[in-house]
Every structure is written in C-alpha cells, then in structure tokens.
C-alpha cells in the first residue's frame, strides 16, 4: 500500500492481531485486535484505503488503513 510517499505492508497471525507496518522505518503504525482466534487472510483495496482481514473461525472485519475506523465487522459461519 502507499499513502503518499510511504509504503506500507500489513500483517495478521496467531496472535490475533493485525499490524500496519512502514516499510520505510521498519515500524509499526497502527494494529488492530479486535479478533478473538488467530488471523488467517489481511487483504487490503487495489487503492490501499481498505484493509479486510478474517480469522478461520469466519470472523471478519473491513477497517479503513489510514484512520483505523471500523466500517464493517462480518460473521461468514
């Protein structure tokens, strides 16, 4: 993802918690942990505004990347 001049990687894993990472610095920007079993698909926009992530037990959310806002949080049982 690029927002701007920066770029961006997310990451999800066994510990529930999504992270946004700054390639540029090696930092992480934002995380988000709003899953209650490990995170097993991140997927962001072709545009990089929207960040999908779910959990193999069909939680699911959809999160705008820059502000952190929740938009949508499914269940896909």
């Not at 990451?11 to 490990?38: F, K």
């Not at 962001?44 to 939680?59: I, M, N, P, R, Y």
Request: proline share 1%.
């Amino acid at each position: 993802m690029n927002m701007g001049a920066r770029k961006y990687i997310a990451s999800g894993g066994s510990d529930a918690l999504v992270a946004l990472w700054d390639l540029d610095d090696m930092t992480c920007v934002r995380t988000w942990a709003h899953m209650d079993h490990p995170v097993r698909c991140v997927s962001l926009s072709w545009d990089g505004t929207l960040l999908a992530f779910s959990t193999e037990q069909g939680e699911a959310e959809v999160v705008h990347a820059r502000t952190g806002e929740r938009l949508a949080e499914l269940k896909l049982r």
